[in-house]
């Protein structure tokens, strides 16, 4: 059970960890991202504490699928420090995704291809709509990149216990 605890605070650490380096990034492209217009210091707090709040639970139900995968059986047990490398694989993961998603999101919305909504429109100060709308695809592509690392890691961590049947 001591092993399941430090799996879990592993996989919450990093996910914490990710999210507000990645918020702070989204914060540098576009401050309203966070604040809808409120000021840059207070952006930055924002997003640190939304990349908390807003990541913890990703590293939460992480550890529960990836905990099984290398604790559940009777075969050779899988400690937490045998998971750091695939952890950190599952947030290099969502580093890409969310890289590639906010550069497409960027030229999406710099040929027009993506507006935003008349209420957001705004609130939002025309030069920062691209990067705005580049935040959101970032962030989308964190989920998607978080649930193909996620399954990867389970996946190699289940291969490593019991083989490639």
Same mark, same amino acid.
């Given at each position: 059970m001591k092993e399941?605890?430090? +799996?879990t605070l592993l996989c919450i650490f990093a996910a914490i960890l990710y999210g507000i380096v990645h918020d702070q990034i989204s914060a540098q492209i576009s401050m309203e991202f966070f604040t809808k217009g409120d000021s840059e210091s207070s952006a930055r707090f924002i997003a640190l504490v939304k990349g908390i709040l807003w990541t913890w639970w990703f590293g939460l139900i992480l550890s529960i699928p990836l905990g099984l995968c290398a604790r559940h059986g009777k075969r050779n047990? $899988?400690?937490a420090k045998k998971l750091i490398l695939p952890v950190a694989r599952v947030i290099a993961t969502v580093f890409v995704f969310s890289l590639c998603s906010g550069l497409i999101g960027y030229a999406i919305a710099t040929l027009g291809l993506h507006e $935003?909504?008349?209420? $957001?429109?705004?609130? +939002?100060p025309e030069e920062s709509r691209n990067g705005y709308i580049a935040n +959101?695809?970032?962030s989308?592509?964190?989920y998607v990149g978080a649930v193909v690392g996620a399954y990867r890691a389970c996946l190699n961590t289940h291969k490593k216990r019991y083989g490639k049947k």
């Open positions: 399941y605890l430090k +799996i047990k $899988l400690k $935003l909504s008349d209420k $957001l429109v705004s609130s +939002i +959101i695809w970032s989308f592509g964190a």
